[in-house]
């Protein structure tokens, strides 16, 4: 067990504590990507996933990209995309993102997309034309892609992740034990073999897990054991934050000092490299993640 910091009972009440307070998103910068944003219709997880960090991110000038449109055949309980039947997808959604990203001028850009368990191909060709002609019309930009469960479809896997992106991420979202309950169509071992696969076709391997959803230390280090054992370079951590009354609550709200136990924790075992912070989601950063 490692030493972690006594957290009293008034911090782990539901109430959200003072140290995951965010500040608006404002300013001059975030504006032109707003603007941007909606000129060229782009879905972006930033504003589906309700992440707290987009005003510093936005605000940055970077923002992350929701690919295949923004309904999602999978209905996780902690997910804020909507969930549904998806209407068919933009074929010409690869080169617009790609013009969105030039006129950006983003140095580095993150793509992830909805589960389409109906198609075929799980989206593969259209993640594979989306960083193709982005690489094409930004050749300095790197890119992180931030992949679904495939299903085990790996031919749709390797399609995904040969178009030349730098990193790829695969998110496990949570513990073992806690599966059924978050991720219900989902599986942790195959989430595990696809992390594997990746990284013996060449490419950086990242992840992340939310904290506060009722896993006990113990099995969050398993977790990291298991992704080291897997290939996994690089792992975000970040507190669970309930989006709607319709969503699994929070068990816990996690210290800030009990995520840099955990960040320790993770080098020790293997990890390459480890984000972790209650405000901390899987882009965060993600620019420092390509040469780890």
């Not at 210290?255 to 405000?279: I, M, N, T, W």
Request: net charge neutral; glycine share 6%.
């Amino acid at each position: 067990m490692i030493e972690l910091p006594v957290i009293s009972e008034e911090q782990t009440k539901r109430k959200k504590p003072n140290w995951l307070r965010v500040k608006l998103p404002v300013g001059k910068e975030y504006a032109h990507v707003r603007k941007l944003v909606d000129e060229h219709k782009l879905h972006t997880i930033c504003e589906s996933g309700n992440c707290p960090n987009m005003g510093e991110c936005w605000g940055a000038g970077t923002a992350t990209f929701m690919i295949l449109g923004n309904v999602c055949t999978r209905s996780c309980s902690f997910c804020a995309v909507a969930t549904g039947r998806p209407p068919e997808y933009d074929e010409d959604e690869p080169r617009r993102v790609a013009e969105a990203i030039k006129l950006m001028q983003v140095k580095h850009a993150v793509i992830t997309s909805v589960n389409r368990d109906e198609l075929k191909d799980k989206g593969a060709d259209i993640w594979y034309r989306t960083v193709a002609e982005t690489k094409k019309s930004s050749p300095e930009t790197t890119i992180e892609t931030l992949i679904p469960d495939v299903k085990s479809n790996w031919e749709a896997l390797y399609r995904m992740i040969s178009a030349g992106q730098e990193v790829v991420s695969h998110n496990v979202e949570t513990v073992e034990r806690l599966y059924r309950r978050v991720r219900p169509q989902a599986k942790y071992n195959r989430s595990l073999e696809q992390i594997k696969l990746t990284k013996e076709y060449g490419k950086r391997t990242k992840t992340g897990i939310m904290l506060g959803l009722g896993e006990t230390q113990d099995e969050v280090l398993k977790a990291m054991d298991d992704l080291a054992a897997h290939g996994c370079d690089i792992l975000t951590l970040g507190q669970y934050l309930q989006p709607t009354k319709m969503h699994i609550e929070v068990a816990e709200f996690i210290h800030p000092d009990q995520f840099d136990a955990y960040r320790e924790e993770g080098l020790k075992r293997g990890l390459k490299y480890v984000e972790s912070g209650p405000l901390v989601r899987s882009s965060y950063h993600a620019e420092r993640h390509v040469n780890v």
